[in-house]
């Protein structure tokens, strides 16, 4: 069974820019979630997906965005760029409902704002 | 919103000392789930505790979770260098969404 594949694994942008990430679950997974990390923040949730729809969403501004196709493969977009955008950005997919199942983490996407 | 506090930071340890690392919760906890994460890798799921005063236990890993299901530890016994990297705990809430909130993790290093 394939894992979590999230493209591309490494990106730079200047600032003002935007950048789309993307995030193929695993088949048969409806739960993509998407996390930042830094090391000065750790994880942090930016939002869930499931069958398309947003059901949560963390405290990040509304330059961050995404979606979830019908096929579950969803994307995350940043609008204008920060220099304090530059992280790592995660998925995990999951295949039940709720949250009590482990989430599967995709090698991640490492953005650099210059 | 819910928070999840992790210590310590930093844990140097020599090899075949033992390790434990805690998470303590703002709020109570519908399950907790601990993730280790090698350096340059990505989290992978270690194990899920859901009942309050669980303990579970994988070879030399030993995982709680609080009477008041509001704080966890993970426990390495006998540490190898395989061991090394970040060990976090993310707590689950009881919304029917999924949103885990991490703890800060705890990066071990183990001396040979």
């Known amino acids: 069974k394939a894992g979590v594949t999230q493209t591309p694994r490494y990106l730079i942008k200047t600032r003002g820019q935007q950048v789309t990430l993307s995030c193929s679950p695993i088949s048969g997974h409806r739960s993509v979630s998407w996390y930042q990390q830094t090391p000065g923040q750790g994880l942090q949730f930016l939002f869930e997906?499931?069958?398309?729809?947003?059901?949560n969403k963390g405290n990040f501004p509304g330059r961050f965005s995404g979606r979830q196709f019908s096929n579950s493969r969803s994307e995350m977009n940043v609008s204008t760029l920060e220099l304090g955008d530059s992280a790592l950005y995660l998925c995990a997919s999951s295949g039940g409902l709720g949250t009590y199942t482990e989430a599967f983490f995709g090698q991640g996407t490492r953005l650099t704002v210059v | 919103g819910q928070q999840v506090m992790q210590i310590p930071q930093y844990q140097h340890v020599q090899e075949g000392e033992d390790f434990t690392t805690y998470c303590n919760s703002s709020?109570?906890?519908?399950?907790i789930q601990w993730y280790k994460q090698r350096p340059g890798g990505h989290p992978v799921f270690l194990i899920q505790?859901?009942?309050?005063?669980e303990v579970k236990k994988q070879k030399r890993l030993t995982f709680q979770f609080g009477e008041a299901k509001k704080n966890s530890s993970l426990h390495i016994t006998a540490t190898q260098t395989t061991d090394v990297g970040t060990y976090f705990c993310?707590?689950?809430?009881?919304?029917?969404?999924?949103?885990?909130?991490f703890g800060s993790g705890t990066q071990l290093t183990v001396l040979p």
């Open positions: 993310a707590g689950g809430d009881s919304g029917s969404a999924r949103q885990l909130t």
């Open positions: 709020t109570t906890l519908s399950n």
């Open positions: 505790l859901v009942k309050s005063g």
């Open positions: 997906y499931f069958s398309e729809t947003q059901r």
